[in-house]
């Protein structure tokens, strides 16, 4: 299995321009969720998913978008890129009951210059 | 709503001492406990969970935790550290309560461990 991956590794965005982080999993997860990392402050989650078709905010929507066609991928969209999206994004996913831990993937970072 | 509480942001420790990292959640009903390692650049990693039965739980590369209900907290120790034990470290509690929610996982701030020769 490869667990959860995700592309691109780096990137480098413009003030207003977009682009789509790609997630899948392999491993059948219900769940996925995407988070961003900044220095000193932990995990924000951003969206996550119960299942395919089905999307919820998390705590830093704005800015983003997601969408789940299929139980194994989870993009985020950034429309209108700004120097505060600037972070590490990870993706992770679990089964749905809460003593099934989540698997993560190695992450994005992204520059918006 | 559960909020996970790490109370040192950083902690240096020297090599081969022993270390603990605090941990404390916010309800005292029951609940399932994480702990994950970040080495630099990297997603994140289980180090061990607690779910039921014996409050001290043995991860992986010689961590371990304990589980103590009435302080509602979980304290991650390793009796002798390494270098490559440098990493940063996040406590997570998940609700069962919140089974088929979705957003049942609250991570804490993480605690950054520097192990210094």
């Known amino acids: 299995n490869a667990g959860v991956t995700q592309t691109p590794k780096f990137r480098i965005l413009k003030i207003g321009q977009s682009m789509t982080l790609q997630c899948a999993q392999d491993?059948?997860?219900?769940?996925m969720y995407w988070y961003r990392q900044d220095p000193g402050m932990g995990l924000k989650l951003i969206y996550y998913?119960?299942?395919?078709?089905?999307?919820d905010k998390g705590e830093v929507p704005n800015g983003y978008n997601v969408s789940r066609s299929t139980t194994e991928d989870f993009p985020l969209r950034l429309e209108l890129a700004a120097p505060s999206q600037t972070s590490v994004y990870f993706c992770?996913?679990?089964?749905?009951?809460?003593?099934?831990?989540?698997?993560f993937g190695p992450g994005t970072r992204l520059t918006v210059l | 709503a559960q909020s996970v509480t790490q109370l040192d942001s950083q902690v240096p420790v020297f090599e081969e001492a022993p270390v603990e990292l605090r941990c404390n959640y916010s309800?005292?009903?029951?609940?399932?406990l994480f702990w994950y390692v970040q080495y630099p650049n990297q997603g994140l990693q289980l180090l061990l969970k607690?779910?039921?039965?014996?409050?001290l739980v043995k991860g992986i590369n010689g961590f371990e935790a304990e589980f103590n209900k009435s302080q509602t907290s979980f304290h991650l120790r390793k009796p002798s550290v390494h270098i490559s034990d440098t990493a940063e470290y996040f406590c997570?509690?998940?609700?069962?309560?919140?089974?088929?929610?979705?957003?049942?996982?609250?991570f804490g701030p993480g605690t950054r461990l520097s192990v210094l020769p």
């Open positions: 992770a996913s679990s089964y749905k009951t809460a003593y099934n831990e989540q698997f």
């Open positions: 607690y779910l039921s039965g014996s409050t």
């Open positions: 309800s005292s009903v029951s609940v399932y």
């Open positions: 998913s119960v299942g395919a078709g089905i999307t």
């Open positions: 491993m059948n997860h219900n769940y």
């Open positions: 997570a509690v998940s609700d069962p309560g919140r089974d088929n929610y979705g957003q049942n996982f609250v």
